[in-house]
């Protein structure tokens, strides 16, 4: 009996999704940095698949051949890879993400149709919302007592946007 016992109050092992939040976690204590993250880390995302958004996408000649005329570019290989990543690591937020995207889609979009009517290049605009956002997210890191090492930096950009949508999700009591 006493076995069972023991064996009950052995913590689970956590999933490498909760590991990843938890380093990030570590290094993001101070208020005003996550008050930087929490603004920063969406401009990052929306500012990357923008720029891959804009790179010319070779035309599929044996379905424009047959009449298709499809919608697809490098930032629906970007959406794809990112969102089988987040599926890999908490499925439940790569489907909040992947609603994200859809209105990051929307947005890129619609700065398209502005760069269209004669505004400014949608991959200028891009460009500057991203190094907006590496600039106020590495002086934000900067403000911690316990400084970020810079791969813990790389991986805040590569799993930042999950990882905030985790701290919705552990407000509102919802499971990820």
Request: glycine share 6%; aromatic share 18%.
């Amino acid at each position: 009996m006493s076995r069972r016992k023991k064996h009950k109050q052995k913590a689970e092992p956590l999933r490498p999704v909760e590991e990843h939040f938890a380093v990030l976690s570590r290094y993001s204590a101070d208020p005003r940095n996550r008050l930087i993250q929490y603004v920063f880390i969406p401009v990052f995302a929306f500012a990357i698949l923008g720029l891959v958004w804009m790179v010319p996408f070779p035309e599929i000649g044996f379905l424009k051949k047959h009449g298709y005329d499809i919608f697809l570019n490098w930032g629906s290989v970007f959406i794809a890879i990112v969102v089988y990543y987040y599926l890999r690591l908490a499925p439940t937020l790569s489907y909040v993400v992947l609603l994200t995207i859809g209105v990051f889609s929307f947005l890129i979009v619609q700065l398209e149709y502005v760069e269209r009517d004669g505004g400014p290049a949608a991959w200028l605009v891009f460009l500057v919302l991203l190094v907006l956002s590496v600039l106020a997210l590495w002086i934000g890191k900067d403000r911690e007592k316990e400084k970020m090492p810079f791969r813990h930096f790389l991986k805040l950009l590569l799993i930042g946007p999950i990882w905030l949508w985790s701290f919705v999700f552990k407000r509102m009591g919802w499971p990820y």
